[in-house]
């Protein structure tokens, strides 16, 4: 309503308008409910919107936009400058896009990092356009603005998971609920052979490789339906027809509803583990170079035999092969040749035994047989002989040379000699070891070292005890403690025992003759053969033999050998002391032997076992014992000598005592004869 005043002829009055606003609201109401619908959908959807006023140079955010950039200001118009926060590596490439979607009209679409409020850089979606004004001018920029973070997150799980799933050294399969294949990775078509097309939409049965019963399936499937999983072992086929192990694990893939959806299948190729676990089962029963079985087994078997001839009443034999100059074999033609050689050796005695016998290598050049089920003790020297002769075929090279080899074949008995799995194989080593010795002994295999027996109060070589030992010509040394209890049992003991008293009278007797000082030889006897040979006989013929002075010669016999069958020890010690020699109880102080008893022998020397020498000066027991015999034997009338001294406090501790003589490594090993008398000279010269 207007007030119009008057003029000329018009009086005043009054001017109204009316005008029906209900299309004008209407218009606004579903303006506004139209912006409301928009921004709560924008802001549904997890986005912001802006809007810019490009003559103003202002803009306007909605909430939404402030807490995506963890905004905690007042002010987020005055605070966000968005082209600040852009990632510089970002910057210039938005710059451009929003210059030529300003000049152009496209819409304004990039992806950008922005840094938030709290210092992070996270990736948003700007999608934005023009406005023009009624001039066709740009008056307005906006758009919507949207977090990538969450987005950006999954996919690059999605990636990661891709890649890993390539890269995986195991196949991995998804099917359907059907179990119509939906993806393979690379793993698979390396493993089975086949493209990834030729498997899409086939099932795993054509992988199928028939070694499963119709069984094994459904136990894998219940397995599937109950518990959503099954993993084991399966043989499956590749491409070309060769099956193949596999290590399988199969799962249930569910939706968020927990309705199956997928199956994946996962699986490994375990042919090499397969095949290098049936090698280390096969090397743990086998010896690697012949094949046959290696101790280990061939002992199990031995007691599986045993158990059942012990149920039967079986007889049976364990032999014991040692092939001879197989050393000379390897040195003369080199290792290759020699483990050629006894391949051939293995298998030709493996064609000479009888069906059920057993054949083992036990070491080196050790191979052990068990004959079964023989009528007679003479079946197990049949079946020896039957050996000796293929082991002696010779073995010809490739080059046209021929290498033979011999064996030592030792028997024992079952149930006859031994009754138990051990016991067979100890005493048929033994008595092929008897073989081997009696050889050794004809052949002049023996050799005498000598360790030197020092006074203690002068420091001065007065003796030496010569000490036996085996020159094998393929083991080379062996040492007494193997081969003299085999001695002992099979009465080689005797003519070896024999052989030891002569050598080492030859030797002091040359000695002499090359001009060393007096020396005693100490020559060790076996309780064995001092029981039952003729010592006395053997010993003299020696000293008359070699010319030895009698006073020279000492023979040591063990504590034990004294207390068994006193009465005549005592008769072969007084007729050993007519012949002039001199006598010591060797070992003293293990034996059970009384002072009284030991009072009736004509002995010369108590010798300290090294047992009580060892552990001085830490054990005060052991100086108590020793210190006891030196009294005891001195109030004898004895010389008192200490075996073992290996540190100068031990003999400090025997000097204090006044122990007369030791022997042991502080001063010496058993050495040759020639390193024996280079010691004597050189003590001599100093």
């Not at 060769?242 to 290590?247: A, D, I, K, N």
């Not at 008995?413 to 033994?430: I, K, V, Y």
Request: hydrophobic share 40%; aromatic share 6%; glycine share 8%.
């Amino acid at each position: 309503m207007t007030y119009v005043p008057e003029e000329g002829d018009e009086p005043a009055h009054l001017d109204c308008v009316l005008q029906e606003m209900g299309e004008i609201q209407a218009a606004r109401t579903a303006l506004e409910r139209s912006e409301t619908r928009l921004r709560l959908a924008v802001e549904g959807s997890g986005s912001g919107m802006w809007d810019h006023d490009l003559a103003r140079a202002q803009t306007v955010y909605s909430p939404t936009v402030a807490r995506m950039v963890h905004y905690t200001g007042d002010d987020f118009s005055r605070d966000f400058r968005m082209r600040e926060r852009l990632h510089p590596d970002d910057s210039e490439r938005v710059r451009l896009a929003l210059q030529y979607a300003l000049t152009s009209g496209e819409p304004f679409v990039e992806k950008l990092r922005l840094q938030c409020f709290d210092g992070n850089y996270r990736w948003f979606m700007a999608r934005g356009v023009r406005h023009l004004s009624d001039a066709g001018q740009p008056e307005r920029f906006s758009g919507i603005l949207t977090d990538l973070t969450r987005e950006r997150q999954i996919d690059e799980r999605q990636r990661l998971a891709a890649t890993v799933m390539e890269n995986m050294s195991e196949g991995v399969i998804v099917t359907d609920t059907n179990n119509r294949i939906l993806s393979v990775n690379a793993s698979v078509t390396r493993l089975l052979g086949y493209t990834e097309e030729e498997l899409l939409g086939k099932t795993p049965r054509v992988f199928k490789s028939d070694r499963h019963d119709r069984a094994f399936y459904q136990a894998m499937w219940e397995s599937m339906k109950r518990t959503g999983r099954w993993q084991g072992e399966i043989w499956n086929r590749r491409k070309n027809g060769e099956v193949f192990p596999e290590h399988m694990s199969m799962s249930v893939a569910r939706d968020a509803a927990g309705t199956a959806t997928h199956y994946v299948c996962m699986f490994t190729d375990i042919s090499d583990e397969k095949a290098q676990h049936q090698r280390m089962e096969y090397l743990a029963n086998n010896d690697a170079l012949t094949g046959l079985s290696n101790r280990l087994w061939f002992c199990g078997q031995l007691e599986d035999a045993v158990v059942q001839a012990r149920g039967n009443g079986e007889r049976m034999a364990v032999l014991q092969l040692n092939l001879d100059r197989f050393k000379d074999v390897n040195d003369s033609y080199g290792h290759a040749i020699g483990d050629q050689v006894l391949k051939d050796i293995a298998r030709r005695v493996q064609a000479a035994m009888r069906p059920g016998d057993l054949l083992g290598r036990m070491a080196g050049d050790e191979l052990a047989v068990v004959a079964r089920h023989l009528r007679h003790a003479d079946g197990a020297a049949a079946v020896a002989r039957q050996l000796i002769a293929a082991v002696a075929e010779p073995w010809r090279s490739p080059e046209g040379f021929e290498v033979v080899a011999g064996v030592s074949v030792g028997i024992c008995m079952f149930p006859e000699h031994a009754a138990t799995a051990q016991t067979l194989l100890q005493g048929a080593h033994a008595a092929a070891l008897e073989s081997r010795l009696r050889l050794a002994l004809a052949h002049g295999h023996m050799v005498l070292h000598y360790q030197p027996q020092i006074d203690i109060a002068t420091g001065r070589i007065v003796g030496a005890e010569a000490l036996v030992r085996w020159n094998d010509p393929e083991e080379g040394l062996i040492p007494p403690g193997r081969f003299i209890p085999v001695a002992e049992v099979s009465g080689i003991i005797g003519p070896l025992g024999e052989w030891i008293i002569g050598e080492a009278c030859r030797q002091g007797q040359r000695w002499r003759e090359e001009g060393l000082p007096a020396l005693t030889v100490a020559v060790n006897v076996s309780p064995r053969q001092f029981q039952l040979t003729d010592l006395v006989g053997c010993t003299a013929s020696a000293l008359r033999e070699t010319g030895f002075p009698a006073a020279m010669l000492e023979l040591e016999i063990t504590e034990s050998a004294l207390a068994e069958r006193e009465d005549e020890a005592l008769l072969t010690m007084r007729r050993l002391r007519d012949l002039g020699l001199r006598l010591a109880v060797d070992d003293f102080g293990t034996g059970y032997s009384s002072l009284a008893q030991l009072k009736r022998f004509p002995i010369d020397v108590l010798k300290i076992d090294q047992g009580f020498i060892r552990d001085i000066p830490q054990s005060s027991d052991d100086m108590a014992i020793s210190a006891a015999i030196i009294a005891m034997g001195h109030s004898m009338d004895l010389r008192v000598l200490a075996e073992g001294v290996e540190t100068a406090e031990q003999l400090a501790f025997l000097r204090e005592r006044g122990c007369d003589s030791y022997q042991g490594y502080f001063c010496s090993r058993p050495v040759p004869a020639e390193s024996f008398a280079a010691l004597v000279r050189a003590q001599q010269a100093r």
